[in-house]
């Protein structure tokens, strides 16, 4: 049987993804969440919260061999960013208030060394320079957590005829999470690449991951990063 005809599929947990064999460039993309500068480097928005911007600094060198790979191979790349109009407009006063309950009293909209935190244009808001987008990938800017609300994300996967999403960023527990929560909803098959994401603790990672692996995978499956390399060289017939 021709390499072509063979099932596509990556080893995963708790089932083979995707579960129909469908994996190519023409039915899945690479989902890159939220690796700003404001989650991922020193006094951003993230290390303001008081949290270890290490954990995000970690997954670094895996999300960028596999948007290496992933991009040599055809596969579409989709970056999100979260971020809100320098108005504010975006923001609720929910979102205002928790983003200052923390001990610097700090928050979306307020100024740091990277420029207002979580603000559109503003350099904390960016892409961190080692995973810059390049002119074919595509750029969501969202103002909360999924990546379905409030965007086009959807209509340019459906445009594209994508079924299937390879995620990885920040945070697991957070805007992985949603994003891929939301995902499922709407039909679409996901993998979390476990050692391409990361949360603030390693207790928020693990619970993010073993959620997911609910119910035989109620909101897709979980894979590490040499998992989808193997399936990529051997879709390539390198194997």
């Given at each position: 049987m021709g390499r072509h005809s063979r099932s596509k599929q990556l080893d995963a947990s708790l089932y083979n993804w995707p579960h129909d064999g469908s994996m190519s460039p023409k039915t899945t993309a690479l989902v890159i969440i939220d690796m700003q500068r404001d989650?991922?480097?020193?006094?951003?928005?993230?290390?303001?919260?008081g949290y270890d911007i290490r954990v995000a600094q970690g997954?670094?060198?895996f999300l960028h061999i596999i948007l290496e790979h992933t991009r040599a191979a055809g596969y579409p790349v989709f970056f999100t960013r979260e971020g809100h109009r320098p108005n504010l407009s975006?923001?609720?006063s929910r979102e205002k208030f928790r983003s200052k309950n923390n001990p610097h009293r700090l928050g979306i909209g307020d100024t740091g060394p990277l420029g207002r935190f979580l603000i559109r244009g503003e350099p904390g808001h960016d892409i961190i320079p080692e995973l810059q987008p390049d002119s074919?990938?595509?750029?969501i800017d969202k103002p909360g957590k999924g990546a379905f609300a409030?965007?086009?994300f959807e209509h340019l996967l459906?445009?594209?005829g994508i079924k299937n999403l390879i995620l990885g960023g920040v945070t697991t527990d957070v805007c992985v999470s949603t994003t891929m929560?939301?995902?499922?909803d709407r039909g679409f098959d996901c993998v979390v690449l476990e050692d391409a994401t990361a949360?603030?603790?390693p207790e928020l990672q693990g619970y993010a991951l073993e959620s997911i692996k609910m119910e035989g995978g109620i909101f897709g499956a979980v894979a590490t990063c040499s998992s989808l390399m193997k399936a990529l060289y051997q879709h390539e017939g390198r194997s």
């Open positions: 989650f991922c480097e020193e006094e951003g928005y993230f290390d303001c919260q997954i670094m060198p975006t923001l609720s074919d990938d595509v750029v409030h965007t086009d459906r445009l594209r929560r939301e995902a499922n949360a603030a603790t």
